[in-house]
């Protein structure tokens, strides 16, 4: 493991951590931020044996330090707390997950759904803010305003690092599952980079199993966590020997994770059961569909998709949707319904496209929207999975 390893997998936990012990978030992400320029002279020849551990006490000392030099009587008092207060302070609320709790600090109804997404996922997720705004396919000065500006709205309105009572859970919920399943797929289909950030896959897993312990009897969060399991079960066959991106239908599906499915079909049978279908239930339903059986009931996923469209109509869920119209009605179809979406700047519609376009023999057109999906591909996997699409049509 390297030092940018080590920054993907710890930057997370090390500023949930911190914000625990230090109260405050601004100060815990610019202290973990110091911590990492250190090591980046002190690693020069072997890392620490525990690379997190010393992230966390280098920052802590870095972040008293700060409020000895910024030192006023208030904060000469909070610095005195800190110096004296031990190492693992007693737990607060229901929630013992640092990084959960944070989670529910970020999605604060105070703030608006954009700035708690990209807040938590700037924190937690430690993504840039050109990551972020790709995901969000807004501008990067519009989302660093809005991370500044949430941020300090947290420190001026004093909202507390905790997570609320058991009776207002339910009421921050979306925000977080949203959170949770945009931390997934920024590591299943990384913004940028490679295409896999496995620590994150593996955190959203955990932190997802977290909710689901905290309340088990709120369906989408079961759903959420199924959908998880059933999503990661697949991932050891989504690359191949070279690293290069398999499509689901390419798949050697003696690869998947049998156990991640299993617990998942459990998770969506419980889920069917109570009969409270939601947009992760029903994802997760897809999902469960794909993993059952040698080949995929498309004609079965098309009757989800056309379900989950009720619940969340939005561009990306009818694209996905025109997937399984190619399947059961064939490309012309599909491709009457993708002419007709919005998505600028999102490279998975012309990538559609070009695909439809091929399987019509329209190849020029197809040429042209693959040479699209390249131009705003961001990670170099899927960039590369176009390009070789392409050149195979070109030479036909």
Partial sequence: MDLDSVYRAEYGPCVATLTRLLGDIGLAEEAVQDAFAVAVTKWADALPPNPGGWIVTTARNRAIDRLRRESTREARHAQAL??????????????????????????????????????????????????????????????????????????????????????????????????????????????????????????????????????????????????????????PARVGPSGELVVLAEQDRSLWNRELIAEGHDLVRHCLRRGQPGPYQLQAAINAVHTDGPTTDWTQVLALYDQLLQHSPTPVVALNRAVAVAEVHGPAAALATVDELDLPGYHLLPATRADLLT??????????????????????????????????????
Avoid: W
Wanted: a negative charge; one cysteine or more.
């Fill in 359 to 396: 399987r019509l023999g329209r190849t020029a057109e197809a040429v042209a929207a693959y040479d699209e999906a390249i131009s705003l591909a961001g990670n170099d996997t899927e960039r590369a999975f176009l390009r070789t699409r392409r050149a195979r049509l070109a030479e036909t």
């Fill in 82 to 235: 800190l110096l004296n207060e031990r190492d693992e302070p007693e737990e607060v609320g229901p929630v013992r997950d640092d990084q959960l709790r944070l989670i529910f600090t970020c999605c604060h109804p105070a703030l608006s759904p954009l700035a708690q997404t990209a807040l938590t996922l700037r924190l937690l997720g430690g993504l840039e803010v050109p990551e972020i705004a790709r995901a969000y396919l807004v501008p990067e000065a519009t989302l660093a305003q809005r991370i500044v500006r949430a941020k300090k709205k947290i420190r001026d309105a004093g909202i507390p690092y905790r997570v609320p009572g058991a009776a207002d859970l339910p009421d921050r919920l979306p925000p977080v599952l949203t959170v949770l399943y945009l931390v997934f797929n920024e590591g299943y289909t990384s913004t940028s980079g490679e295409l896999l950030r496995t620590d994150l896959c593996a955190d959203a897993v955990r932190l997802a199993r977290a909710l689901a312990e905290l309340m088990p009897d709120e369906p989408e969060v079961l759903g959420l966590l199924a959908l998880l399991l059933l999503t990661e079960a697949r991932r």
